[in-house]
């Protein structure tokens, strides 16, 4: 069975500093990590995924995450923030052998101050 | 392309009453998922659809059932509504691929509360 923890639940910034997201998964099998981004009263949108290849992705708006295998953590980063990435960020896990499913953390609430 | 719609976006419901929510794609995409978001906790799979006339449940599926007679439909039903399914519900989809994986395309919601 896979999991995925996201290590803090509220993470507040002043806007052009930058952020780190923590991620960590368990998974016995190899994986493919989402992140996750859910603007207020919003769906989710798909900020950046690891497949496979290079370890550093590249997302939308500035983004980018690190797969460590050895840590087992694909953390989130963006080196200077703006009000407007006030939102909920969700890391996801699935897993290769089945694909169909998807596990999601509980969310980290990223709130930008002026 | 609308991409996910859900219907409706917002529905209050008393205890024991009953109600179907709606999630159409557009997309020809053969996956398809309910979820339900509750504060601190993510998201939660309810059921979901690896094609048309397929259902199966995920890790939180008491209370609800789901049916997907067209592949661009999938709907979730509440027969009997309890105050614990006060949430915001999503809807997704993916297209299957033996060459590649796609991410999981979603709605924007339907805020449910059950009184």
């Known amino acids: 069975a896979q999991s995925v923890t996201q290590l803090d639940s509220q993470v507040p910034v002043f806007e052009e500093a930058p952020v780190e997201l923590r991620c960590n998964y368990s998974s016995s099998v190899s994986v493919y990590l989402f992140w996750y981004v859910q603007y207020p009263n919003q769906g989710l949108q798909l900020l950046l995924k690891y497949l496979s290849g290079s370890t550093l992705v590249k997302g939308i708006n500035g983004f980018e995450a690190e797969f460590n295998k050895s840590q087992t953590s694909f953390h989130l980063r963006k080196p200077s923030v703006h009000i407007s990435d006030t939102a909920e960020y969700f890391c996801?896990?699935?897993?290769?052998?089945?694909?169909?499913?998807?596990?999601f953390g509980a969310g980290t609430r990223l709130f930008v101050k002026a | 392309n609308a991409g996910v719609t859900q219907t409706p976006k917002f529905r209050v419901l008393k205890t024991g009453q009953s109600m179907t929510l709606l999630c159409a794609q557009d997309?020809?995409?053969?996956?398809m998922y309910w979820y339900r978001q509750d504060p601190g906790m993510g998201l939660r799979l309810i059921h979901y659809?690896?094609?048309?006339?397929?259902?199966a449940k995920g890790e939180v599926p008491d209370g609800y059932n789901v049916s997907r007679l067209k592949k661009q439909n999938f709907l979730l039903g509440l027969e009997s509504a309890a105050p614990s399914q006060t949430s915001v519900y999503f809807c997704?989809?993916?297209?299957?691929?033996?060459?590649?994986?796609?991410?999981?395309?979603f709605g924007p919601g339907t805020r449910l509360t059950v009184t």
């Open positions: 659809s690896v094609g048309e006339g397929t259902t």
């Open positions: 997704a989809s993916k297209p299957f691929s033996r060459d590649r994986y796609y991410e999981q395309y």
């Open positions: 996801a896990v699935s897993d290769k052998a089945g694909g169909f499913k998807t596990i």
């Open positions: 997309m020809n995409h053969e996956y």
